[in-house]
Structure formats: C-alpha cells, structure tokens
T-cell receptor, first 114, second 115 residues
Framework: DTEVTQTPKHLVMGMTNKKSLKCEQH?????MYWYKQKAKKPPELMFV???????INESVPSRFSPECPNSSLLNLHLHALQPEDSALYLC?????????????FGPGTRLTVL | GENVEQHPSTLSVQEGDSAVIKCTYS??????FPWYKQELGKRPQLIID?????GEKKDQRIAVTLNKTAKHFSLHITETQPEDSAVYFC??????????????FGQGTILTVHP
C-alpha cells in the first residue's frame, strides 16, 4: 500500500461541535504531518509527528488537537472551530523526519465550519 | 524564518511550448528543494526535487536548476501538454537540525496549457 488515506472526505460542522479527522498510512513511514490549505494558497504546516512524538507545532490554536495513536495513524481533533477554519486539511507522511525524504500527501478532508 | 517567493503566479502557454517557473529563498542553510504539482481537487504530488550539492536534475520533460549563490531555483517543463495544467508549488527546507522535514512553500503558479 503506497497511499495516504484520509477520512472523511468532506465534513460540515457547527462552531460548537466536536469532530475528528483521521489519517492512515501503511508505508512504514515514521513522520506524519498535518497541513491546512486555503483555496488558491499553498499548504501551511500545522503539526509534525516524528516517531509518534509531536516534534513541531506551528503555533496552532488549541481548538486543533493532534494525536498519533501509533506509527500508522494520525488524528486531528476539532473543537469550537471558527468559520475561518474552513479549508482543506491535508495529511502527509515521509519515511522519517529527515528533510530529504519525499512527503506523500493524502487526498485531504474538505472542512466547512458554519 | 525562511521566505520563499515564486513567480509567475499564473502562466499560460500553447501546447508544445516550454514553461519556466522560478523561486527564490532567503535561508542560505536550506539544502533541499522539491517541486509539487497539484491538479484541481487533487492532492499535491512530488514531481522532481534537487539537493543543494547538485546544480541540475532532469526527468524526461521536467528539469530543475539550482543556483545556491543567488539562492534561486527553477522548474523547466518542455514540450508542454494539456495534462501539465495544474498549480505548481516550489518548496524549501533545511535538512539539518530539528527541521523534521518542515517545508516552506512558495505561493504557487497556475499553469494553463492550451491545446
């Protein structure tokens, strides 16, 4: 399996809801990433997990809470989001946190916050 | 932090023409430069990359050149085809220290290839 998968594909939530995004890879990669992408903009890094430990948090608001239960799974828990958080959320993985390793992106979750 | 500028923001060419996209970066310690292609509604995909110890790399119709002294690198696509139409992002990272693969992306170039 050479793909990164993400569920759900689309998510609509209210500002008081709690929801979670899920990312999975079975390539044996030990680094996993969450990005946020607004329309016509580049991906913006949110979090990096390396060997299941949070290595980078790009000053993301606490209403976004990442979790890495094991080396194949990455979750992003959402709570009390704002309409401006509506975006495409991309997960990626790479062999390790070494920067020469290609990052493989998932198809993304299109999030709409009402 | 690292700053990456990408030009042009849009590029329109006729099928068969060449396309060139340029990026400049600010951190002289940066040493890995990937290019991603993102088709409409799809995920970004790596199309070519280059390390700082190499000046040029080719893969069929795609090439990347790097000028470390001037801190700029370019993507060259020859014999363009309509399926090359997409948004192209350059990216930069420093492989050393605690970067953990953190990529800084350029703002993107919308390439349109007209049949």
């Amino acid at each position: 399996d050479t793909e990164v998968t993400q569920t759900p594909k689309h998510l609509v939530m209210g500002m008081t809801n709690k929801k979670s995004l899920k990312c999975e890879q079975h390539m044996g990669h030990r680094a996993m990433y969450w990005y946020k992408q607004k329309a016509k903009k580049p991906p913006e890094l949110m979090f990096v997990y390396s060997y299941e430990k949070l290595s980078i948090n790009e000053s993301v608001p606490s209403r976004f809470s990442p979790e890495c239960p094991n080396s194949s799974l990455l979750n992003l828990h959402l709570h009390a989001l704002q309409p401006e958080d509506s975006a495409l959320y991309l997960c990626a993985s790479s062999q390790s946190g070494a920067s020469y390793n290609e990052q493989f992106f998932g198809p993304g979750t299109r999030l709409t916050v009402l | 932090g690292e700053n990456v500028e990408q030009h042009p923001s849009t590029l329109s060419v006729q099928e068969g023409d060449s396309a060139v996209i340029k990026c400049t970066y600010s951190d002289s310690a940066s040493n890995y430069f990937p290019w991603y292609k993102q088709e409409l509604g799809k995920r970004p995909q790596l199309i070519i990359d280059i390390r700082s110890n190499v000046g040029e790399k080719k893969d069929q119709r795609i090439a990347v050149t790097l000028n470390k002294t001037a801190k700029h690198f370019s993507l060259h696509i020859t014999e363009t085809q309509p399926e090359d139409s997409a948004v192209y992002f350059c990216a930069v990272t420093n492989a050393g220290g605690t970067s953990y693969g953190k990529l800084t992306f350029g703002q993107g170039t919308i390439l349109t290839v007209h049949p």
